[in-house]
């Protein structure tokens, strides 16, 4: 074999084991989050989407944290209304007690009123001469008396109630009902909330494991975000 062909051989051969060897991607790289050892490089659509769901994951978390919030302030605001409640619960108890009372008293002094009308009617028909006569009529005026004396305490305790205890009854249950579809309300939200708040954490768990700790390109990350 002559120089010359020895010559061009060994060039030939140089060039197959120079074709050989893969060209070095001397892009630069970054990581999504904390790197993990292994981890696959992310193509340009993985770290697009990627890219897509954790600026999306990092949209929505402030409205679920606002929105949970809120809700706890709704409840710590019911459970001050609940104190508010409890306290007046008592004195709505021993008012409801007190005009109840009355009014069953005030039913039993009408009864007898009859029927000392009906004494006095049967008295005044046929009055007794002599001192049974007179009798009867010291015991008329005696129990006339006693209802005349009766009478005026209820109207006595009936205004010591006041005007407006049934007012103030009506508004306090007006109130417990109020506080009740409020709560009915907050536990509606407050359920959907928890179902959104799981959701949430299944898309976030589902990014960690297909993105995270990834290596992608630091131009394709440039591309992505110039809309390219």
């Known amino acids: 074999m002559s120089a010359i062909h020895r010559h061009l051989l060994c ?6 084991a120079a074709s050989a060897v893969p060209a070095q991607d001397s892009a630069k790289t970054a990581t999504l989050g904390t790197a993990r050892p292994g981890a696959k490089l ?6 697009e989407l990627c890219l ?4 999306d994951l990092g949209r929505r978390r402030p409205q ?18 609940d104190e508010s409640l409890q306290a007046e619960r008592a004195k709505m108890d021993k008012l409801q007690e007190t005009a109840a009372d009355i ?7 009408e009864q007898q009123v009859v029927e000392f009308n009906e004494r006095v009617a049967k008295f005044d028909a046929a009055p007794p001469s002599g001192p049974t006569g007179d009798r009867q009529r010291r ?9 005349d004396k009766a009478r005026s305490e209820l109207e006595a305790e009936r205004a010591a109630l006041g005007p407006n205890a049934e007012q103030l009854v009506k508004t306090y249950q007006a109130r417990v009902e109020q506080r009740n579809l409020a709560a009915d309300d907050m536990n509606k939200r407050n359920a959907a909330l928890g179902k959104t708040f799981d959701a949430y954490e299944s898309e976030r768990a589902a990014w960690q494991a297909d993105c995270e ?4 390109r630091e131009d394709d990350e440039k591309a992505i975000r110039a809309g390219k």
């Open 11 to 16: 060039g030939a051969v140089a060039l197959l």
């Open 103 to 109: 009014t069953r008293r005030s039913k039993e002094l």
């Open 52 to 55: 897509k769901q954790r600026d």
């Open 213 to 216: 700790g990834r290596p992608y």
């Open 64 to 81: 679920l944290d606002a929105e949970r919030t809120k809700l706890e302030g709704e409840r710590k605001e019911l459970l001050q209304i």
């Open 42 to 47: 992310l193509t340009y659509n993985e770290l």
């Open 139 to 147: 015991n008329l005026e005696r129990d006339r008396a006693t209802l």
